[in-house]
């Protein structure tokens, strides 16, 4: 779809530029515009960092910048102590507390949207905080929310902050399986979710599946459970489960004495795919993880208090708790939640949104941008976006045809856009142009930010000439990094330190952090981000094991075995592409395959589904055993078959590829 073709002109124009300036209306008003910043920080590191967490109040000030005595178990501003429920909500009631501080979009069912002004925020985070207490919930035990985008896991979160509980969300599109999984390996006997959500105009149970992973977690739990759904539901209330409503009303006009948390003390936990099966427990601190994400919003997202801030991510992944809730509200602005998809009831609908908040940001994924693209510009043509002053992209690397698009379409080549490369683990931006500073550079995130020392290098760690691939690696630590891994700190330096590092050493300068990234570098210090190294691949930015989804196949009765890879797919950036032996007795079949989806559904939800599966009486496999995923992607690909000749079975490489192509 071309739409009278404006991608010609476009293209005719754009496509030779390589280097964009930020225009002069945004640099004039920029949060941050001098360029002196960068020599400015490494002149001054650690230390610099102190002017992140001069962007919160602390209740005790911090003694120590950086505690690196024991690496990698770095500690930020410690001795300083702070709540961050005060942070993102007490401390703006003053000056802001009759602005909006969540305007929360629902689907467009009924006219149910909420604005909730900081003031009416903090009063129901108040009141949900002593429904906490009410249940038991203590300082330091782990409640998990299994909500969409609702108001309430917002509120839910900061109620756990105030009372020191750290949290840990689980995206609403996981699975009861992977449910069960987090509330187990985090011990939480605490569930906060809801009875169900709309999607495409129709009601979405969501409590059964709550119920359904609650049956597999191992110990007691109180669950909550908020109303979203009002008559259209009518689930059921079993033993130790609470109408979140209740438990509000019964505290109204509660006052919680927000629990002073030492800066490293535990914010959240956020579950994460790696290259094993189990997923990873990322533990994020109250003092770093918060000046982190705060500085970024200030410095990269350009948010200033008077904005309405708009990301289109869920809260269930990290996007969403950096950049919709923690940043944001730290800074006092007003943030939007949507609840729908971008293309109900219409193609346009986040434009028709931006238009209607008068948005002055849009951060979203490349996959989504690739979406808007293929839908055509008539889309947002039909609407005035003429209030967006920045626009974002995160989640996986952009292509130039995309940036542009995004560039012309929805920002009139007025907006900035800053390509932000971060991870889970990182809490916040870590490489991307500072916008009122740098030049853009499509298809490249930029440099690395101020005070981060980023370099790219090869298998034995050495730099590597710009230009050329390699790997790419923190060489510093920094405020908002993961602290480990939850109860398992030998996973947690295998994990991010082993490649790099001398692990005997206790002398910072050895100890190097591995992302998982390939990258290169140019001359002028950006960086473009290839894609993951490990066996985790990037489903329209939500990160996904491999070793995960072959588990859930296998699970499948009649599977004898399965490999998974991720191919290229044009809006997705990649797709779940599943190779699949059955047992003797099975045969190929739509019920199989139809099997084999539902698998991977069940255990960890319609976001892992594969785009295909190709049953085959052999996976391809090196003469000791190895399955050689490269040749599998190959064929996902189409592309040319990589060298055959190390094979235990080379034949078998050809009849999947006749397969798949279907000759
Ligand atoms: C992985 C992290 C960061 C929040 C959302 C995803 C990829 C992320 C970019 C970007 C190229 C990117 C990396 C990274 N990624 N942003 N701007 N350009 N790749 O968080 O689920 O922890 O995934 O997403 O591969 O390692 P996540």
């Known amino acids: 779809m071309t739409d009278g073709d404006p991608d010609v002109e476009l293209e005719a124009r754009l496509a030779e530029q390589e280097r964009f300036e930020p225009p002069e209306s945004f640099v004039e008003q920029a949060n941050v515009s001098d360029a002196g910043i960068y020599d400015e920080f490494e002149e001054n590191w650690p230390e610099c960092w102190e002017g992140a967490a001069d962007l919160l109040d602390w209740d005790e000030d911090y003694d120590t910048v950086l505690d690196d005595s024991n690496p990698p178990f770095y500690e930020w501003f410690t001795g300083g102590s702070l709540n961050a429920s005060t942070n993102c909500l007490d401390r703006h009631l003053d000056e802001r507390g009759d602005e909006v501080a969540i305007e929360w979009v629902g689907e467009p069912v009924e006219e149910d949207n909420r604005s909730y002004t900081y003031e009416e925020l903090h009063r129901e985070v108040n009141e949900f905080a002593a429904g906490l207490r009410d249940l038991g919930v203590e300082e330091d035990e782990v409640v998990t929310m299994y909500m969409p985008m609702v108001p309430e896991l917002a509120i839910a979160m900061l109620a756990c902050a105030r009372i020191g509980a750290p949290h840990s969300v689980v995206f609403a599109g996981f699975s009861a399986d992977a449910l069960a999984t987090r509330m187990n390996a985090a011990d939480s006997e605490y569930l906060v979710t809801c009875d169900g959500y709309y999607?495409?105009?129709?009601?979405?149970?969501?409590?059964?599946?709550?119920?359904?992973?609650?049956?597999?977690?191992?110990?007691?739990?109180?669950?909550?459970?908020?109303?979203?759904?009002?008559?259209v539901s009518d689930h059921e209330m079993g033993e130790n489960q609470y109408d979140y409503a209740d438990l509000v009303a019964e505290n109204e006009g509660a006052d919680v004495e927000p629990v002073q948390r030492d800066a490293e003390d535990m914010l959240f936990l956020m579950y994460t795919s790696g290259t094993t099966g189990e997923p990873k427990g990322v533990k994020h601190t109250t003092g770093g993880y918060l000046s982190w994400v705060s500085w970024t919003s200030q410095a990269v997202l350009d948010i200033k208090p008077e904005d309405t801030y708009f990301c289109s991510a869920d809260i269930g992944w990290i996007t969403g708790h950096s950049y919709i809730v923690y940043g944001p509200l730290a800074l006092g602005t007003t943030t939007m939640m949507y609840e729908g998809t971008p293309d109900y009831p219409d193609k346009d609908r986040l434009w028709d949104i931006i238009e209607e908040y008068e948005a002055d940001q849009l951060y979203t994924a490349p996959t989504a941008i690739r979406a808007f693209m293929k839908w055509g510009s008539s889309y947002p043509e039909k609407h005035d976006l003429s209030s967006l002053r920045l626009l974002g992209t995160v989640g996986e690397p952009i292509n130039p045809r995309a940036w542009k698009w995004y560039y012309k379409h929805i920002g009139g080549e007025e907006c900035p856009i800053v390509d932000t490369w971060w991870q889970t683990e990182t809490g916040g931006m870590m490489v991307t142009t500072l916008p009122g500073v740098k030049d853009m550079k499509p298809g490249s995130a930029g440099p690395a930010l101020p005070g981060l020392d980023v370099q790219i290098v090869d298998t034995k760690g050495e730099t590597v000439e710009p230009g050329r691939a390699g790997y790419l690696t923190v060489q510093k630590p920094w405020p908002g990094m993961l602290r480990t891994l939850y109860n398992n700190d030998e996973r947690y330096i295998e994990e991010y330190w082993a490649e790099y590092s001398d692990t005997d050493s206790d002398d910072t300068d050895d100890w190097v952090y591995f992302p998982e990234d390939g990258a290169k570098i140019d001359e002028d210090g950006y960086i473009t981000v290839l894609g993951r190294v490990d066996d985790v691949i990037n489903v329209s930015g939500h990160r996904l094991g491999t070793m995960e989804i072959e588990s859930a196949i296998v699970g499948v009765e009649g599977v004898a075995e399965a490999a998974v890879v991720g191919g290229n797919h044009d809006v997705k950036g990649e797709a779940v592409y599943a190779y699949v032996i059955l047992e003797d007795g099975y045969e190929e079949s739509d019920e199989m395959r139809q099997r084999v989806v539902d698998g991977v559904d069940d255990a960890i939800g319609p976001i892992a589904r594969p785009e295909q599966v190709v049953f085959t009486p052999e996976l391809p496999k090196t003469r000791s055993g190895k399955i050689m995923r490269r040749l599998l992607e190959d064929i996902a690909n189409g592309d040319e078959l990589g060298n055959t000749s190390t094979l235990r079975n080379p034949d078998v490489v050809k009849d999947i590829a006749t397969k798949v192509s279907g000759d």
């Open 199 to 231: 999607r495409r105009g129709d009601p979405l149970p969501h409590k059964e599946k709550a119920d359904e992973g609650l049956a597999g977690v191992d110990h007691d739990v109180q669950t909550v459970v908020v109303d979203r759904l009002g008559d």
